[in-house]
């Protein structure tokens, strides 16, 4: 309501009752953006909600839509990087609650110091699911660096990292590990 109060008093102070009002945003600027419209039409006269995900909730949508998608795009690139990513998050799961395996997990993924907890590796995890979801997000075909620094279609690169990391290091302890560092 604030925006509504917001462009009546605009509206009245400089005398631009006539004028339309059009709203717009990207990703959550865009979900309020068409709200605005949906809700309050008689003030905003129209919407541009650009990557606005409106219906976004559950029972609408599938909560793995996204990273189904995400996957496709990764299996595009090549069909064997999704088992690869999959098979180090797995290993990287089932290794949270073995201390014993994190000065190993430190050193494959360079990490700053070593983990001390289950819910470090959850971090970890996180972290790493970010990235892939952020490549995903940004795979254009020229370098960017507007969020991180990445390559042109950096989903390619990362999978060819991955396959890269997987042959250099098969047969070592952890070896799902390296590919997601090396993809991440």
Do not use: H
Not at 34 to 45: E, S
Not at 63 to 91: H, L, R, S, W
């Amino acid at each position: 309501m604030d925006y509504v109060d917001l462009i009546k008093f605009i509206k009245l102070d400089k005398s631009l009752q006539d004028r339309a009002v059009i709203v717009g945003g990207g990703s959550y600027g865009g979900m309020l953006a068409a709200w605005l419209r949906m809700k309050y039409p008689q003030w905003f006269q129209g919407a541009l909600a650009s990557s606005a995900p409106i219906l976004f909730f559950e029972g609408y949508v599938d909560p793995e839509a996204y990273d189904n998608i995400a996957t496709q795009d990764y299996a595009k690139a090549d069909p064997e990087c999704p088992v690869m990513i999959k098979n180090g998050f797995e290993m990287l799961a089932g290794l949270k609650n073995i201390p014993d395996s994190y000065d190993q997990i430190a050193k494959i993924f360079n990490l700053c110091k070593v983990p001390t907890s289950s819910v470090e590796i959850d971090a970890l995890i996180n972290t790493l699911n970010g990235s892939f979801g952020t490549m995903a997000m940004v795979d254009y075909p020229y370098p960017t660096d507007f969020i991180e620094p990445l390559p042109g279609w950096p989903i390619n690169y990362s999978c060819a990292q991955a396959k890269l990391a997987k042959e250099q290091y098969v047969g070592q302890p952890l070896e799902d590990l390296y590919p997601i560092n090396a993809a991440g």
